[in-house]
């Protein structure tokens, strides 16, 4: 599996925005990019994911590189509740397993 | 997506005794994952487990310190045999929600401590 390098933290200011970084160098044309987050004393939460075109929902946006070689996750407006580790995964959305890194643990200041 | 019930959600556990962590999906799944997160880590995956045959396990798990049963498309077991301090962890299960949903959901967990 193709291996996904994060920040080990990151930390950021109430309601303003978090760019959170990762790089996947190793890509295939097949691999898509998701993002997890996992809040204390919770499983991990799907966040969004993405091929190569920018995706938005409602928790946060996925910005792809052109070479799809990086990619970032943005919050747009930071809430307390958003502290996490938020974990970039390569996966090929077929019915198969997902390996996590270590991902960016998220503190957010008030 | 998938509702998952985990149990126990804790448990405390004297060192050479077995735990069986059940995970019950509100769905009917292909593929159910264990993981283990140890403390302060990230998560490991243990092992896939298929309804109708031998779960397929990671490298470092083996199917004696950690047999799986899935009897039905909606049930697992893990557990976690002859245990010692350092299989203090938490143990999740998870299953995927479907093709082009975007991704796997996660039971809350399962927080064991061996004594």
């Known amino acids: 599996d193709a291996k996904t390098t994060q920040p080990n933290s990151m930390e950021s200011n109430e309601e303003e925005p978090v760019h959170l970084p990762c790089n996947h160098s190793?890509?295939?044309?097949?691999?898509?990019i998701h993002w997890y987050r996992q809040l204390p004393s919770q499983g991990p939460e799907y966040v969004i994911h993405g091929l190569t075109s920018n995706v938005n929902n409602r928790m946060a946006s996925l910005a792809i590189a052109e070479d799809r070689k990086s990619s970032t996750l943005i919050l747009h407006r930071a809430t307390l509740r958003d502290a996490a580790v938020y974990y970039c995964i390569l996966d090929k959305n077929r019915d198969d397993k997902i390996i996590f890194g270590k991902g960016t643990r998220l503190h957010i200041l008030p | 997506s998938a509702v998952i019930s985990q149990k126990p959600s804790r448990d405390i556990c004297q060192r050479g005794t077995s735990l069986t962590i059940q995970c019950q999906v509100d769905s009917q799944v292909t593929m159910m994952f264990w993981y283990r997160q140890q403390p302060g880590q990230s998560l490991t995956l243990i092992a896939t487990?298929?309804?109708?045959?031998?779960?397929?396990?990671e490298s470092g798990f083996v199917i004696d310190k950690f047999p799986i049963s899935r009897p039905n498309l909606t049930f697992s077991t893990l557990t976690v045999s002859n245990m010692s301090p350092e299989d203090s962890s938490i143990y999740l299960c998870s299953v995927q929600t479907g093709q082009g949903v975007g991704g796997y959901t996660f039971g809350s967990g399962t927080r064991l401590t061996v004594v």
């Open positions: 487990a298929n309804q109708g045959s031998e779960a397929t396990y």
């Open positions: 190793t890509i295939s044309g097949t691999d898509y």
